[in-house]
């Protein structure tokens, strides 16, 4: 047999060979690196559970949430990006307290947001299911101060944060100028989990309504930013 490693003469150029046993890719005694350092993947962002892990989802989603013309001007229609029906908000009509219920696609009741009696509208807390039990307290949404022009600042305190010393969570922007993001309270303005945005559309003459699309980042709770937008609403 020919000597393999002999050089060989093609032109101008020469060419070497060298034969050597085959490595096996899958032996990491033969490697340098381990097949599985070079597989890993980032591991995802830690969940923002609030209500429910099941409305935390892998990828970011994007929801219309627009109100309907209805007995008591405050209902609202929730549909994903392919235009399903996904939730509903219907609000009380006897209530001494305003109060509205965020119901799942099979009509189950996801939380109860209702109007804490204080001066315009400026705190409002949310209960899990049909309940305003305080037992169910998940989170209060307070506004920052009562007649917001301008800038709109609302403060989120978890129902496990009963001091209210710090926000754990904040809308920023500006609620007229039609656009607001929730980030974190203890992190910088610019890093946000989730934009709600608002449009006016005219249903009819001298009368419209506020259509919202709530963009939620991976692993962000959809019911609770869903839930912020319907306060946000009324808190304007």
């Not at 032996?27 to 340098?32: L, T, Y």
């Amino acid at each position: 047999m020919a000597d393999c490693s002999a050089p060989v003469k093609t032109g101008d150029f020469r060419l070497v060979v060298f034969v050597s046993s085959p490595v096996s890719y899958h032996d990491p005694a033969k490697m340098d690196t381990p097949a599985s350092a070079t597989t890993a993947l980032p591991a995802p962002a830690p969940a923002t559970v609030v209500v429910d892990k099941r409305f935390c989802a892998p990828e970011a989603t994007a929801f219309a949430v627009a109100k309907t013309i209805t007995y008591t001007g405050r209902d609202f229609t929730v549909t994903n990006a392919g235009g399903a029906n996904v939730m509903q908000v219907e609000a009380a009509v006897f209530a001494l307290l305003k109060k509205s219920l965020l119901l799942d696609a099979a009509r189950r009741p996801v939380v109860t947001m209702q109007d804490s009696g204080y001066f315009m509208n400026t705190r409002w807390a949310v209960f899990r299911g049909n309940s305003t039990s305080r037992r169910n307290l998940l989170f209060t949404v307070v506004k920052s101060s009562a007649i917001q022009i301008g800038r709109t600042k609302i403060y989120v305190f978890l129902a496990s944060n009963s001091g209210e010393e710090a926000p754990d969570f904040v809308i920023r922007g500006s609620y007229y100028d039609g656009a607001c993001t929730v980030s974190p309270g203890n992190s910088d303005a610019t890093i946000a989990q989730a934009s709600i945005t608002r449009q006016n559309t005219v249903q009819l003459i001298g009368f419209g309504r506020n259509k919202y699309t709530a963009r939620i980042n991976p692993g962000v709770d959809q019911a609770f930013i869903l839930a912020l937008t319907v306060i946000l609403d009324e808190m304007h």
